[in-house]
């Protein structure tokens, strides 16, 4: 499959996961399972196959211009791209169930998930900082099939 192909279609599916995470308080056990689960697995198997057919281009992890040159040809920025892609959402995920068990508020989970989305460890910095303040529920959130 050509990868511009596989770009398009993990991205679609990428961003079922992270609306899946968006209505997370009303469906948590099938946001669980698929955004916080299954797809994370599906795009770390197209990773693991696409470094795995490709290698990892000519750098190194030795300096930035070692790092550079992993990502010199599109097959390796694809699979960077994969790895963003499934962290990423697994981190959303893990960050909505978190919030569910610490009776957070999730219009204050809505702008972490937005940065992690966008920056990955901003979102997670804020999602921190806002645990870390405690900005939870005084009356537990209704958890539904946790």
Request: aromatic share 14%; hydrophobic share 55%; net charge neutral.
């Amino acid at each position: 499959m050509a990868p511009e192909a596989i770009f398009t279609l993990t991205t679609i599916l990428a961003m079922t996961g992270w609306l899946l995470l968006l209505v997370s308080p009303i469906i948590p056990v099938w946001s669980d399972r698929i955004a916080g689960f299954a797809i994370p697995i599906v795009l770390s198997i197209v990773y693991t196959g696409l470094v795995l057919m490709t290698g990892m281009g000519d750098g190194d992890y030795g300096d930035l211009a070692g790092v550079a040159k992993l990502f010199s040809n599109p097959e390796d920025v694809l699979s960077g791209w994969l790895h963003f892609l499934a962290f990423d959402l697994w981190l959303g995920a893990w960050m909505c169930r978190t919030a569910r068990k610490q009776f957070m508020r999730f219009w204050l989970v809505i702008p972490s998930l937005a940065l992690t989305f966008a920056f990955g460890p901003v979102g997670f910095l804020l999602f921190s900082i806002l645990r870390g303040i405690g900005w939870t529920s005084a009356i537990p959130v209704v958890n539904r099939g946790d």
